[in-house]
DNA sequence: TGACCATATGAACATAATAGAATATATTAG
DNA sequence: CTAATATATTCTATTATGTTCATATGGTCA
């Protein structure tokens, strides 16, 4: 966004990602990644979803090259292709943090200002 | 994600953010109002959505806390309350931009690996 | 080969997100 | 007050996304 205007196919490639990044199964995903590599089957276990979701989260992370797979025997192992994820997460968490900041402020400052609390 | 496990209350909250930002028209908006504050007639005429569209993603901008909001007479200029969202957007594409960098690469490897030409 | 295990995929269903038309609200001007 | 304008909201239809169950695929081992 450094200035310049983005095209409507760039836009929505960024927003797609975005919207690979919001769902919170995948965030659970990606940060028992951040470990190191795991299997599916460990990663069914962290997140105590199904197995068939898991599946289908982990190809999603792969079709949008946030994580590799790896093959050994009959398990495969996932791994984080782009660390940029964790830098992402931490900026929205950073966001996030001053958001509810800025709330709780504000519910301070209006502290018993919901309302008359008599009728007419 | 440094390290500290995440309940499942704040990884929702993050995946929330995210999806905020997961919409094109949202991040036209943002990138509009990157310059300074614009009023929604402005914004309209500059994403080619419709103005009921519009408004509606500014109010979910804007209890996101990404955008702030000033009354001037008849008017509602919005504007940007978290110079992060730019952040965010530079970060992702860069992660595109070497995603695909990557895919390119792929591509090129496996130049004419797409199947015999010739039938059985 | 067949039995078995881990992972992926397909189909059906439920839910969430989005757009558009119509309408409501808020503000100013007359 | 009414008319006019800018913005917000409601309602409805549609589409996208996620979950689950069942099944397919790919691999190991006897």
Redesign the interface.
Known sequence: ???N??N?KT?????????L????V???L??SL?GGERSVADLVAVTGAQQASVSKHLQLLLR??LVERRRQGMFVYYSVA?D?????????????T??LE??LEHLAGREGDEGPATVS
Chains 1, 2 share one sequence.
Do not use: T
């Open positions: 966004m450094a200035g205007v983005l409507d836009l929505e490639l960024i927003a797609e990602r975005f919207r990044l919001g769902d919170p995948r965030l659970r990606l940060q951040e949008g090259g782009d940029r994820v964790f830098e992402l997460c931490n900026v929205v968490c950073g966001s996030l001053a958001y800025k709330e």
